[in-house]
Antibody, heavy 112, light 107 residues
Framework: VQLVESGGGLVQPGKSLKLSCSAS????????MHWIRQAPGKGLDWVAY???????VYADAVKGRFTISRDNAKNTLYLQLNSLKSEDTAIYYC???????WGQGASVTVSS | DIQMTQSPPSLSASLGETVTIECRAS??????LAWYQQKPGKSPQLLIY???SLHTGVPSRFSGSGSGTQYSLKINSLQSEDVASYFC?????????FGSGTKLEIK
């Protein structure tokens, strides 16, 4: 099982960014997937979940600003981050349904 | 939301010792609890699920116990590679929530 995030970077407040998570080593379409973030030096903060049938759940802090999606043909999970705030600065991890597999993380820094 | 209160925030112990980390949920989570180990600069790794089931490949010196609102992680015969932060997490209900973490160091 391998999960590889990409798309992180430095972005100004109010702008957008899209993260990707490429999955391999398992049947991606059969699994729900999560995004979880960790602010510098802080704990873990669940962000969003998408089921195998594309039902979604969001944390209140990102609801209406972030969108989780998936492309099963490409074995890829996405997180669209809009209206970014400084408090969204974190490493963003994708993880499989049971949190038994995590990616290495993508760093997002929101700063002017 | 279910709040997870983890203690202690940090822990220093000698090699070979046994250490215990506690986690209390704000309501009954019916054993929907996992423990993770995170080494510096790395992503978290699953240790324990369903409160007391050892994840594949995790050394048997790690064990979990508890029920209701009170859970614990025990590490027997502490080894140098156990230096890490440890987090509990409830998955009984959304939003998934994590404890604030315990940083384990070797004395």
């Amino acid at each position: 099982v391998q999960l590889v995030e990409s798309g992180g970077g430095l972005v100004q407040p109010g702008k957008s960014l899209k993260l990707s998570c490429s999955a391999s080593g398992f049947t991606f379409s059969s699994y729900g997937m999560h995004w979880i973030r960790q602010a510098p030096g802080k704990g873990l903060d669940w962000v969003a979940y998408i089921s195998s049938s594309s039902g979604t759940v969001y944390a209140d802090a990102v609801k209406g600003r972030f969108t989780i999606s998936r492309d099963n043909a490409k074995n890829t999970l996405y997180l669209q981050l809009n209206s970014l705030k400084s408090e969204d600065t974190a490493i963003y991890y994708c993880a499989r349904y049971d949190l038994d597999a995590w990616g290495q993380g993508a760093s997002v820094t929101v700063s002017s | 939301d279910i709040q997870m209160t983890q203690s202690p925030p940090s822990l220093s112990a000698s090699l070979g010792e046994t250490v215990t980390i506690e986690c209390r949920a704000s309501e009954d989570i019916y054993n929907g609890l996992a423990w993770y180990q995170q080494k510096p600069g790395k992503s978290p790794q699953l240790l324990i699920y369903n409160a007391n089931s050892l994840h594949t490949g995790v050394p048997s010196r790690f064990s979990g116990s508890g029920s209701g609102t009170q859970y614990s992680l025990k590490i027997n015969s502490l080894q140098s590679e156990d230096v890490a932060s440890y987090f509990c997490q409830q998955y009984y209900n959304y939003p998934l929530t994590f404890g604030s973490g315990t940083k384990l160091e070797i004395k």
